[in-house]
């Protein structure tokens, strides 16, 4: 591998913009990220992307806002815009858990610092740049931006606010995925175009001023939602904004969104048609040297980076719509797959980088087996208004083949270099069981788990059932647990026939909207004698954006407008996530004297029987699953936690 230069990065200092002969710049990003050059990493994706364009970027990662803000002077003014980003997650993710207390680590800072990233560090950093330099446009986009673009529920705040395009004082937003957007963007202002007169951009929004004209598109239809201000007096309109939100965000062709916000209007221009193959596989195969900048070398690893280092994205999108999750929020509902042949060029590259010893830690995405899916008709997906095609049955316009996935892992395992390639993304279970899957072939299913079993498992496979209740499922946008069971079912069937002592892990989560003690105590029983001991499991995160958090904050469905009880005091949180910790000593007689309450002697039983012998089935010598109670529902990809009394063989 050729040795790299330190121009082989996008300079993020007045000496490396010196290195490459420049005396002045287009485009100059801020984030709230360390820079790592990674296809992974929105930052440099949107680097290079500009790049492309012929444009001179730099990159300032992680601008010190206490000090004198000379990070936000020192390269000067860009020609065209600043761009400006929190991050690969929402900062306040990034920076505290679902009980609102700081973490002690930053995955995306050297050493897993903390203290690199402010709050609403989007904001922060547009406000900074617009006080500095007010006639430079200042453009936000990455998952912040994308998931604050109209009034939302802020649960670090608990409060509702505006477009996040009000409290930035920015001049343009891009939401979701940003290539194609700011292709355009790019375009016009190359032309001569004022960036003040670019407003008719899909997947952007702006905020006019009182005085300003609506522009005019005779190629799209208009919507208007209730205001900011009446959002702020009515929970039921705040409400019944989402449902309109929502179903534009994952339609072909949806109407361009307007809302009042003060003496002001917002604007959100539709998004663009999903991206191409060719558009995609031209996005990861940008001159990346896919490591972090030298300026870290002496700094300590960057955990986000070190998880991934050795992964494989191979799509985007996500149709399951899951109640609680941002990713088609941002990314959308339709599947943008890479072609099989970029994906083995990566996988090259990869296995000839000199630190690389055989292993793949991932070949996923958003949700590991979605790629090449989409509508077997297209017309009919251009009409759909269903934020998810499984949910409350698989779309029979859906095509669920597993086996251009299953091609792919054979490809990659063919190459010389590959000794073993793991699936780190989560599997969705659901799509492998013909019973719920019904218009799929039961054998090639069955074909697919066996390779994954077989092939690309190390110890343990991870699914997310998230829940046992049907009422709290359905709302999840989850199918019946039953459906678990009948995946289980497939599952230890193939370990016994392959002799594989693999250990399934499920997700669950709690304290979710329309989730009561009663049905913690029936998932605690049903998962105990299944033989799952859990730990560390999810508490339910208010996050914009989604169908859980409107309802969280308001006490209705979007879709319905029916009330929804949601548990909200710590009180009723704590207690609805014990019942994950039935086998803990000090935790049994609470739970006996709940279950006595609730008239639930037949859970106790189960629970806390006397003389209990229980033993959880689990392979022998292979360790006790657990998972992350800080991880957000969107980044739980590689992040259980493994630990073994024993050594691995």
């Not at 100059?28 to 990220?33: E, M, T």
């Not at 929004?205 to 702020?232: R, Y």
């Not at 991206?275 to 870290?296: G, N, Q, V």
């Not at 409350?392 to 316009?397: E, G, H, K, L």
Request: glycine share 6%; aromatic share 10%.
């Amino acid at each position: 591998m050729q040795e790299l230069q330190l121009s082989d990065w996008l300079p993020t200092t007045n000496k490396e913009v010196k290195i490459r002969g420049w005396d002045e710049l287009d485009v100059i990003l801020f984030s709230g990220d360390a820079y790592v050059d990674h296809p992974s990493f929105g930052p440099a994706v949107i680097g290079r992307i500009l790049e492309s364009y012929g444009l001179r970027v730099a990159v300032v990662p992680q601008p010190n806002v206490n000090d004198n803000l000379q990070d936000f002077v020192k390269l000067g003014a860009p020609k065209l815009f600043f761009g400006v980003t929190g991050g690969c997650m929402d900062p306040m993710i990034s920076n505290y858990n679902a009980n609102k207390k700081r973490r002690d680590k930053d995955a995306y800072t050297p050493n897993g610092d903390i203290g690199f990233r402010p709050d609403y560090a989007t904001t922060v950093y547009s406000k900074i740049l617009k006080e500095k330099w007010p006639d430079v446009p200042v453009l936000i986009g990455g998952i912040e931006a994308s998931l604050r673009r109209v009034t939302h529920y802020d649960y670090w705040s608990d409060k509702l606010v505006p477009t996040i395009l009000e409290s930035s004082k920015a001049d343009m937003l891009v939401y979701g995925m940003g290539e194609q957007p700011l292709r355009e963007v790019v375009r016009l202002l190359q032309k001569g175009v004022p960036f003040s007169s670019i407003t008719t951009i899909k997947q952007t929004a702006v905020l006019l001023n009182k005085d300003a004209k609506i522009p005019k598109n005779s190629n799209w239809e208009d919507v208007e939602i209730v205001s900011h201000e009446t959002c702020l007096k009515d929970k039921k309109a705040y409400a019944a904004n989402f449902k309109i939100i929502e179903q534009e965000s994952n339609k072909l062709a949806a109407r361009r969104i307007f809302q009042k916000v003060g003496d002001k209007t917002l604007m959100i221009n539709p998004p663009y048609p999903t991206m191409t193959e060719e558009e995609i596989d031209a996005s990861f195969e940008l001159p990346y040297t896919r490591l972090p900048h030298p300026k870290y070398n002496k700094r300590g690893p960057i955990p986000a980076f070190e998880m991934i280092k050795f992964s494989i994205n191979i799509h985007r999108g996500c149709f399951g719509g899951c109640s609680f999750c941002t990713i088609s929020a941002h990314q959308g509902k339709f599947i943008a797959s890479r072609s099989q042949e970029s994906v083995l060029r990566e996988v090259d590259v990869v296995a000839n980088m000199p630190d690389f010893k055989g292993y793949l830690s991932d070949i996923g995405g958003p949700s590991a087996n979605m790629y090449k899916m989409k509508g077997k008709v297209q017309e009919i997906c251009d009409k759909c208004v269903a934020p998810s095609c499984i949910s409350p049955v698989i779309c029979s316009n859906l095509d669920t083949s597993h086996k251009p996935l299953t091609k792919l892992y054979q490809a990659v395992d063919k190459h010389p270099k590959v000794k073993k390639s793991f699936i780190g993304s989560g599997i969705r279970h659901d799509m492998l069981v013909p019973e719920f899957n019904k218009n799929a072939d039961a054998k090639e299913l069955d074909d697919y788990t066996e390779e994954v079993m077989t092939k690309h498992v190390s110890g343990r496979l991870k699914v997310a059932p998230e829940h046992t209740s049907d009422p709290v499922l359905k709302l999840m946008r989850k199918p019946s647990f039953s459906y678990f069971h009948k995946f289980k079912e497939r599952f230890d069937k193939i370990n016994i026939k392959k002799n594989l002592k693999l250990q399934l892990i499920p997700y669950f989560i709690s304290n979710h909207p329309a989730c009561e003690v009663e049905d913690m105590a029936n998932l605690a029983s049903e998962t105990k004698d299944m033989g799952f001991q859990l730990e560390q499991v999810q508490g339910f995160t208010p996050t914009p954006m989604t169908v859980a958090t409107v309802i969280y904050y308001s006490g209705y469905h979007p879709y319905t407008l029916q009330k929804v009880k949601t548990p909200k005091t710590r009180k009723e949180k704590d207690e609805q996530h014990r019942f994950f910790f039935w086998y803990k000593k000090e935790n049994k007689a609470w739970i006996k004297n709940t279950l006595n309450k609730l008239g639930r002697q037949d859970l106790l039983k189960v629970l806390l029987p006397e003389n209990d012998k229980w033993r959880k089935n689990k392979p022998s010598g292979e360790a006790k699953h657990t998972f992350d109670d800080a991880i957000p529902f969107n980044r739980r990809k590689n992040k259980t936690k493994f630990r073994s009394k024993k050594k691995r063989r």
